[in-house]
DNA sequence: GTCTATATGCTGATAGAC
DNA sequence: GTCTATCAGCATATAGAC
């Protein structure tokens, strides 16, 4: 990886985001120095700031590609007639998408902290604009009788962390594909909305006693 | 907060391991130095090694400890007979215990990665304790035909995942309440793996066609 | 476009005075 | 129990050679 001097502004440009996002999402962005992702990609650390303003703007630059593209790609993603249709096709697709580039969803979710406060607030902008399509099919269904739901925001952030949370325990190679897991989560998420089923507090068995014994 | 010297070993510890977790928790373990911490508790950088053996200790007691806790909480909470009643106590229990520390909440889902690999492991063990609490509750209710769950682990982790996920969006003083909101998961919960309705995935539409119009 | 050298300051941890 | 002083090294960012 050593190298001396000569021009290769083309491909030092994208190495040098690769190398941050990874080395930002394994150690941290407080964590991580200049000098080893200069190391990462080959170049001197001075190198880098042909590319970037600062360690900040590299942070945030990250952070709000991985947002746009995720925007984007819902947007060209098929999605289907009704609002149930629309809601497997949400879990499938986000779950897709996220599986996808695990080290960028861990920044994007895990180093809000580090961003200084107008990029925060740009950054949390793109979030609850995605989290207002997935809002936006579940209000949808609700109104046409489609989905029964008790509260639009807590449904929304519930469905959001139960699908992010796949990449937390999903690992390559395991007992079932990243497909296979979209379509068990596209029908979890969809029984969490179901409307056919009656008060399930009942069921908890606080009101009407041990109507069904545990064993 | 500037003091020459004397001795307050009884409440200095504590007081750098509160400090320790408030930053760790907002600016990450490798962007908080310990004379940071040392002047957050009003002490010199070297006095914190005679409570600390080194910063990685620092980091792995907070988590061990926190862990630990959860694991004792819930083995004093009264959890009702049957398993719907378990389940339901689950959810309230967690976000409860949850919401009371989101400092060290945050710490033990995002410094993993900062852990020494034995220290992981160990925080790995007892983090995987937790989830088979809530396993054997699913496990139990299938058996009963309480609940129909298509997949053990993964609505397991779906269950965590959402609960979880509150500690992310929850402002004291906002809408709900933490009680409200305990009861709406536990709600949300209750529906995920109610075996009273059909096969949710019949409502998406994708078999069946357009039965059910969107507008 | 990349390098080397540099400025200024902070890092984790230890030793020894009090 | 806390302090001060210290070690050897790394931090971000810039300037100027090539």
Known sequence: MARKTGSRAEITGPLIR???????????????????????????????????????????????????????????????????????????FHIRFHLERPEAVFLAYMELRSLAPENFARIEALRQQYEGELAQILAAGQQAGQFRIADLRLTTMSIIAMLTGVNTWYREGGRLSRDEVGEIYADMVARLVAPESGDARVYAGEHIGDHIAEK
């Open 18 to 92: 690769q190398a941050a996002l990874s080395l930002f999402a394994r150690h941290g962005y407080g964590a991580v120095s200049m000098r080893r992702i200069a190391a990462e990609v080959g170049v001197q650390a001075g190198a880098l700031y042909l590319y970037t303003r600062d360690k900040q703007s590299l942070l945030f630059e990250l952070m709000r590609v991985h947002m746009e593209e995720l925007l984007a790609a819902w947007a060209a993603e098929p999605k289907g007639e009704t609002a149930p249709a629309r809601l497997a096709a949400f879990a499938r």
